[in-house]
């Protein structure tokens, strides 16, 4: 419910959604780790667009609300960050990954979404196709 509501949200008023995202990972926090990484998996659409459309003011509220944890909600920002911000988010999130508890995920996450969102980049993970198998 939670998740449709900041997709919603993020459509007419993305400083409403940044806030509510803030205070869920407060209460996520708390919750094990099998419940946050299901709820990750869920708000990946809404954080994505919520991380299209925050301003950059918003963007690094949305962040620091999150980097505390749950580190799960953090990935999904990231990814979501990186493919959809206009900006370039990997560099300044690499600048500040040592102030996070978890540096090391922070990095390995923006080298991974930046690998995977580059151009033509979904070719580089399909096996190329031999032109003999393929003739009509």
């Not at 459309?53 to 979501?80: D, F, N, Y």
């Amino acid at each position: 419910m939670l998740g449709w509501l900041v997709e919603r949200l993020a459509d007419v008023s993305p400083e409403d959604a940044v806030d509510l995202v803030g205070a869920a990972c407060d209460t996520l926090r708390r919750l094990p780790r099998g419940k946050v990484m299901s709820l990750a998996q869920r708000w990946y659409r809404p954080l994505s667009r919520l991380a299209e459309r925050a301003t950059p003011r918003q963007w690094e509220e949305l962040l620091a609300g999150s980097w505390e944890g749950p580190k799960e909600i953090l990935r999904v920002l990231i990814r979501a960050g990186i493919r959809k911000r206009p900006e370039d988010p990997g560099a300044h999130l690499l600048a500040i990954a040592d102030t996070s508890p978890w540096p090391d995920v922070i990095r390995e996450t923006v080298r991974v979404g930046t690998l995977l969102h580059t151009e033509r980049s979904h070719r580089r993970w399909l096996p190329p196709l031999d032109p003999a198998d393929h003739t009509r």
